[in-house]
């Protein structure tokens, strides 16, 4: 069982699982390679100028990592809650569970309309559905959350990516009961 699942590993997965991992959380991304980032040239990504999508993709994926985020290719088919008040993630291959799922699944809101998630009309250009969230980035279904493009934001990398951030820290809010609040601070120089 893990605490969080977070199915696509796009700017918003990444970002999102770097957050969960770092605070110690079992944290497994399913990542089936199809971010629209994959043929993107970037140019406004806070922090890494001009990059290619790839690249950026792949920084993300060893940040979430390097703090203990496990990724799978395997292919999502259904998000289900459970009787035990957890969330069930179906796969090609066998079942997952967590405490909390975040779909940042990009463009795509098949898999979401396919488990019963609320879904509305998108806002984005050439974005045709997205994931019903609150402010906080819940769905219809308790446990499960969505950000990114899928929750309707825009579709530059530093902005689904940056609220991949903002839907993990009010997961991990959640489920650790206070505001959760993760600043690093340099080593004073002797």
């Known amino acids: 069982m893990y605490d969080v699942i977070i199915i696509g590993g796009g700017p918003a997965g990444a970002s999102a699982a770097i957050f969960t991992a770092k605070d110690g959380k079992e944290t497994l991304v399913f990542d089936n390679d ?22 950026l993709l792949k920084t ?62 998108g806002t984005e250009p050439k974005i045709k559905s997205i994931i019903d969230t609150d402010e906080r980035g819940k769905t219809s279904v308790e446990g499960v959350w969505a950000a990114g493009t899928a929750a309707g934001v825009s579709v530059h990398t530093i902005i689904t990516s940056g609220d991949g951030a903002r839907k993990a820290v009010n997961v991990l809010t959640e489920m650790n009961g206070e505001r959760h609040v993760d600043h690093d601070i340099l080593n004073a120089k002797s």
């Open 34 to 55: 199809q971010s629209m980032t994959k043929a993107a040239w970037v140019e406004n990504h806070y922090g890494a100028p001009d990059i290619e999508g790839p690249e």
């Open 60 to 121: 993300g994926r060893e940040q979430a990592e390097k703090h203990g985020a496990a990724f799978s290719g395997e292919q999502v088919t259904a998000v289900d809650k459970t009787d035990n008040q957890r969330v069930k993630v179906k796969t090609e291959n066998g079942e997952y569970e967590a405490v909390h799922v975040i779909l940042t699944t990009g463009g795509n809101t098949k898999l979401a309309e396919a488990s019963g998630i609320k879904t509305t009309e």
